[in-house]
């Protein structure tokens, strides 16, 4: 079964920085992509970052580019979220999720939340002023 577990969340004040962490089993680690999201209530899931093994990429959206960066350890079964300047309006519920491709598929760019198989429960940030 393929889990994915997210934590680190919690309340930072704005302009702090925090790591959440994706610790994914189950899961085989060939021609895949993982993937960061966020959500606050009554607003759709917002893609934040994707790594594509068959890329061998990391992807951004353009509106947190320079803020978050991505990454993993070798084993690839733990995923980080390195989050700088945080500001008001990152307070969400943070997701990973994965998927596998098949090993032709290049994304090469963030993809949207329907790709993806697997996701985690989500851990809250709260960034107050």
């Known amino acids: 079964e393929v889990q994915l577990v997210e934590s680190g969340g919690g309340l930072v004040q704005a302009g702090g920085s925090l790591r959440l962490s994706c610790v994914v089993s189950g899961f085989t680690f060939v021609n895949y992509a993982i993937g960061w999201f966020r959500q606050t209530p009554g607003q759709e899931r917002e893609a934040v970052s994707c790594?594509?093994?068959?890329?061998?990429?990391?992807y951004y959206a353009d509106s947190l580019k320079g803020r978050f960066a991505m990454s993993t350890v070798n084993a690839k079964n733990t995923w980080y979220l390195q989050m700088n300047t945080l500001n008001q309006d990152d307070t969400a519920t943070y997701y990973c999720?994965?998927?596998?491709?098949?090993?032709?598929?290049?994304?090469?760019?963030?993809?949207?939340?329907?790709?993806?198989?697997?996701w985690g429960k989500g851990t809250l940030i709260t960034v107050s002023s």
């Open positions: 790594f594509s093994s068959n890329d061998d990429s990391t």
């Open positions: 999720a994965a998927v596998h491709h098949t090993p032709d598929l290049r994304v090469g760019t963030v993809l949207p939340e329907y790709e993806y198989d697997y």
